[in-house]
């Protein structure tokens, strides 16, 4: 069964703490794995693709790499405005669905 | 703004009314999703339309829900009978044609009392 894990559930950081959040799949055959940004009350924002083991993407303090089991999304001397729920989802070749993991709730402190 | 749009933003209803949600994708991206998400949770996959055909559901959802995408631009969803089970926030999200990252709307959040 395809299926996402995300680890911390929650992550309190100082602000220019750099961390980690780890992405978990099971997927019979990847298409694509996605992170995304959400904001409480709002729809989540979309930040990367990654197709392939190896891959990375970066966008100003965030970098995305991806491994055959696993994604990690690391964050660099991150800022107040940097917190927010980080969500991962993937989708496999075979169908049209994503799952979504629960996502990390990133807080960072000033 | 060219973003998804959605309408309404919030709907509060009595358990056994029926309810619809619009969602307006972005122009030209012919792939259409629909997502519930409750609190604490990522977003659950309901449905996906490619232009107007719909070509996929969740094996979860509920004979109750139906959804729409005439003409393939605009889709709707329908709850019969609402639950309070179906109290959540319904997200729309669209694709644009050959690649697979996914627009998100605000969404609409159902209160069922």
């Known amino acids: 069964e395809d299926q996402v894990t995300q680890s911390p559930e929650a992550l309190r950081l100082q602000e220019g703490e750099s961390s980690s959040l780890n992405c978990s799949y099971t997927v019979s055959g990847l298409r694509g794995l996605f992170w995304y940004r959400q904001d409480p009350g709002k729809g989540p924002e979309f930040l990367f693709t990654l197709y392939s083991a190896g891959e990375e993407k970066e966008k100003e303090r965030l970098k995305a790499t991806l491994t055959k089991k696993e994604s990690f999304l690391h964050i660099t001397a991150p800022k107040p405005e940097d917190s927010a729920t980080y969500l991962c989802a993937v989708q496999a070749s075979t169908g049209n669905q994503f799952y979504f993991g629960t996502g990390t709730s990133l807080t960072v402190i000033p | 703004d060219t973003g998804v749009s959605q309408d309404p933003r919030h709907k509060i209803t009595k358990r056994g009314q029926n309810v619809t949600f619009r969602c307006d994708p972005i122009s030209e991206h012919n792939r259409l999703y629909w997502y519930r998400q409750t609190l604490g949770q990522g977003p659950e996959f309901l449905t996906y339309f490619q232009n107007e055909a719909q070509l996929e559901k969740s094996r979860l959802l509920s004979d109750r829900f139906s959804a729409e995408r005439p003409k393939g631009s605009f889709s709707t969803l329908e709850i019969q009978r609402t639950e309070q089970g179906d109290s959540a926030m319904y997200l729309c999200?669209?694709?644009?044609?050959?690649?697979?990252?996914?627009?998100f709307g605000p969404g609409t959040r159902l209160t069922v009392t």
């Open positions: 999200a669209s694709s644009p044609r050959g690649e697979y990252e996914q627009y």
